[in-house]
């Protein structure tokens, strides 16, 4: 009895013993998963993106890029293709391109002009629908040796206009829709078209035409295109740029133009016969903007001579108080020579003259809008031959001015010179900030 009690002993303290030690537990289980720290993860970064970044609609994003030569020769000017790419379906509202003026450089010219000019250039180009590339050409001129370090910005700005209805019905969600923004009828641009020409031209020679395009409204044209319509007894010779060929006439793609902004344009014709020709200049733009004209040239005759003018290559734009010239070659078109050559220059009061080549005047006459020269009578010109004359005039007021030359002979029909004429696009930059002074060459000390 002794001994059975002691083993009943023995049995209970092991017992005891293997439930202290071992690591069990009675409590039960129901089938209850533990959630991974990556899941978890997962799972709250979803959350956040329903809440913070909906899917629909996104933001717009906007690239910004500059093309410009690494390297350019000493004083001559540098040219910066700046592109502003909507990279997203959503429209960039209120976009500004933001160009610091380095402090070695001077503002010359830019496509489409700067809405505000001074130490900063800004361009606004309103809004930027999704996937659309604005382009701006700016040109620079530097004023010293160093390098030119120039900087370009852009912001804008991103919304969503939202209508919510208060007067729904019990039980029905209220409907959201965006509100599209509409330019008023009175704040539309307003495009203005002129052309100017010869009224006669003689049938071998060719017209050169100037067609100006200026926005007259309150706000931004956007994706102007110019078109030239000529008929089919009238051939294209040349266009300025960007235009390009199309079928019975010329186009450009001018993109946008500010309030008060304006835009020259060139184009030769030249008529396969005699007769009074008619061609069709149209401008449209967004909004259904659009303006039409028409310009007509009578050819006649033939002409013996031909005449060549243009401003220098680096003249154009000028700015005031810069020398300008205007080189003028007549040439003798046939075998038979040309006599009694007279050459007539009319000088735009926005010009002021400075001497000619040859310096021989016979006469020099004050008109209404500026004043008209005149060189000595020429007896004659060898069948083939050519002469040259030149003008150099100082730029004295800001715009595009106008340089007419009239060339009479015995060979030239009564009352009908060869008549040329060349503009010049003159920028007032008296308020642009002025350049560092050169630096000073210090006499050495004896």
């Not at 129901?30 to 978890?40: C, D, I, P, Q, Y």
């Not at 006669?200 to 110019?226: D, F, R, S, W």
């Not at 003798?332 to 735009?348: K, Q, Y």
Request: proline share 8%; hydrophobic share 35%; aromatic share 6%.
């Amino acid at each position: 009895m002794k001994t059975a009690n002691t083993c009943a002993r023995l049995v209970l303290g092991a017992v005891l013993f293997a439930m202290m030690t071992l690591p069990f537990s009675f409590a039960p289980t129901f089938g209850v998963r533990r959630t991974t720290a990556a899941e978890l993860e997962g799972r709250a970064g979803a959350d956040l993106a329903d809440d913070c970044l909906p899917k629909d609609p996104p933001p717009p994003v906007i690239k910004l890029k500059v093309r410009v030569a690494k390297c350019t020769e000493p004083g001559r000017t540098i040219e910066y293709r700046i592109c502003v790419e909507n990279c997203s379906t959503m429209e960039a509202h209120h976009v500004v391109v933001k160009n610091t003026m380095p402090g070695n450089a001077k503002f010359v010219k830019s496509d489409p002009e700067p809405t505000k000019q001074g130490p900063d250039l800004h361009w606004n180009l309103g809004t930027i629908g999704g996937g659309a590339v604005r382009e701006i050409v700016l040109t620079l001129q530097p004023t010293n040796k160093e390098d030119v370090k120039n900087c370009v910005r852009v912001v804008f700005e991103h919304g969503v206009c939202l209508v919510t209805r208060q007067a729904c019905l019990p039980g029905r969600p209220p409907l959201i829709t965006e509100v599209p923004e509409v330019t008023r009828p009175e704040d539309l641009p307003v495009i203005e078209l002129t052309v100017r020409g010869p009224k006669e031209q003689y049938t071998n020679l060719a017209g050169k035409y100037e067609i100006m395009v200026t926005n007259k409204g309150k706000t931004k044209v956007t994706n102007l295109q110019i078109q030239a319509l000529v008929p089919d007894k009238m051939k294209i010779e040349t266009t300025s740029k960007p235009g390009k060929a199309i079928e019975n006439g010329a186009a450009w793609n001018l993109g946008q133009l500010d309030p008060g902004a304006s835009h020259s344009l060139q184009l030769s014709l030249r008529a396969n016969e005699k007769g009074e020709f008619c061609f069709k200049v149209a401008a449209v733009a967004d909004h259904g903007v659009k303006k039409e004209t028409e310009f007509c040239t009578k050819f006649v005759g033939v002409s013996a001579i031909s005449v060549e003018m243009h401003d220098r290559d680096g003249t154009d734009p000028s700015f005031i108080g810069h020398k300008v010239s205007y080189p003028i070659v007549v040439r003798s078109l046939g075998n038979d020579p040309v006599t009694n050559l007279r050459v007539r220059a009319f000088i735009p009061d926005t010009l002021k003259l400075e001497k000619t080549t040859p310096p021989l005047l016979e006469k020099r006459e004050a008109v209404k809008g500026g004043e008209i020269i005149e060189f000595k009578t020429l007896p004659q010109i060898d069948g083939g031959a050519q002469v040259r004359y030149e003008v150099y005039v100082e730029a004295l007021r800001g715009g595009v001015t106008f340089f007419r030359t009239e060339i009479l002979a015995d060979q030239l029909d009564v009352g009908r010179p060869v008549i040329e004429e060349e503009s010049t696009t003159v920028v007032d930059d008296r308020d642009a900030p002025a350049a560092p002074p050169p630096f000073k060459k210090l006499s050495r000390m004896k």
